[in-house]
């Protein structure tokens, strides 16, 4: 199975907590007003990378978790899936995914949740200019959430207000 990919990200720390590694996907239809990339929308950009070539620059750090952003993963969520089952399996690895749609849209949807089981960590919601806020960790805009789908030991993320744990 092959993502199409913008870039990776090795050793970042802007992610999500602790150093990660971060797959950056082209595509998104959200087109959220104010977006910091939109030259990640184009579904045509960037390159095709398979899971394997993923799974392998993401074993080669032992210490790094991961991070799924974009564009929006979601739109590829058959690869993702894929990639993150194989993450799960194969390693003791943490997975972050950001994504523009909202949980409530990902939960109604059985091709969008397929993914879920093997996500530690969402990031949800559309960018919301208006509710832009600099002093956010791991998001730009109030009304998205850091939702927790499994337990985990950062729960307290300094500047956050609304986590959830599910
Ligand atoms: S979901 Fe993210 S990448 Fe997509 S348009 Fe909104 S801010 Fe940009």
Redesign the pocket.
């Known amino acids: 199975m092959k993502i199409r990919i913008l870039d990776i990200l090795e050793e970042t720390m802007a992610d999500g907590p602790g150093l990660r590694t971060s797959i950056y996907c082209a595509g ?1 239809a ?3 007003p104010g ?4 030259q ?2 184009d579904f045509n950009a960037g390159r095709e990378a398979t899971v394997d070539e993923l799974l392998a620059v993401i074993k080669e750090d032992k210490f790094c978790n991961v991070t799924f952003s ?3 993963p979601l739109y590829q969520v058959e690869a993702f899936t894929e990639l993150a089952r194989r993450i799960k399996e194969e390693t003791g690895k943490n997975i972050w995914c ?3 749609f909202t949980y409530e849209e990902i939960l109604a949807d059985s091709r969008l949740s397929m993914i879920l089981p093997y996500i530690d960590t969402l990031v949800e919601g ?2 919301i200019q208006e509710l832009r806020d600099p002093d956010l960790h791991f998001r ?1 805009s109030s009304n998205q959430r850091i939702i927790h789908i499994t337990p985990q030991e950062d729960d307290d993320i300094p500047g956050t207000n609304t986590d959830y744990t599910i």
């Open positions: 998104c959200h087109h959220c977006c910091h990339n939109p990640s929308w974009g564009g929006d950001y994504t523009g559309p960018f730009g």
